[in-house]
């Protein structure tokens, strides 16, 4: 499985990027990519540029300089409709809307109208939401909403997962189920996804590789026991 990944197109490739506002620099990487089939985790503390970057990869913040190649596509050039699946922290739900709706818009992004609603509905039992199908978002706790803005995800079928701690507001018990749905999404089709996540023992239990954002660079994350074994 390893050497047919190694010939497989990375999900994610960024060479000499510089991400910021402004002008200003918050995060500098000379090289980073992200296979297919993949899980990455990145933490560090806040508002050192964790959520800058999912927002680059995703096309949403312009870089600064550098190079950024998400699904095959080079920015300024989008991937393909549906390629990318984003869970921001503020989610993005319309409030007013069902959780059908809401994971409908989704699953009509990535899928053919004959396969979209099929698509929904599995997501959504998966997350455990059949119950609350045709709730408004805006009657859902917080733990719940970020059950639909995952399942949104999930319907969309993406290529490329992003999620920027997606996993607040959950208890242990949802968290798990949350965390096997998109893992299982991730292992079966060889998707890859990178989230944030500043739980970092959570972080290393998800992922296949955890790394640091530190003094504006992307580093391996280095445990005191990995320091004094070196």
Known sequence: MNQTRKAVSAAVRLSNLEVGFQGQTL????????????????????????????????????????????????????????????????????????????????????????????????????????????????????????RVATARTLAQRPRLILADEFLSELDDETSERVVKSVLNYVRENDAAMILVEHDISRAREISDRLLVIDDGRLNPFITDTSIMEV
């Open 27 to 146: 995060l500098h990487i000379e090289d980073f990519h992200v296979n297919p089939g993949e899980v990455l985790a990145i933490t560090g503390p806040s508002g050192i540029g964790k959520t800058s970057l999912l927002k680059t990869i995703a096309g949403l913040l312009r870089p600064i300089s550098g190079y950024v190649q998400v699904c095959g596509a080079t920015i300024p050039n989008r991937p393909a409709r549906g390629s990318i699946g984003y869970i921001p922290q503020k989610l993005g739900l319309v409030r007013h809307s069902s959780v059908w709706a809401n994971v409908m818009l989704g699953s009509r992004a990535g899928n053919p109208r004959s396969s979209s609603r099929a698509r929904a509905t599995s997501a959504i039992e998966d997350l455990g939401l059949i119950e609350k199908k045709n709730e408004p978002v805006k009657r859902l706790s917080g733990g719940q909403q970020r």
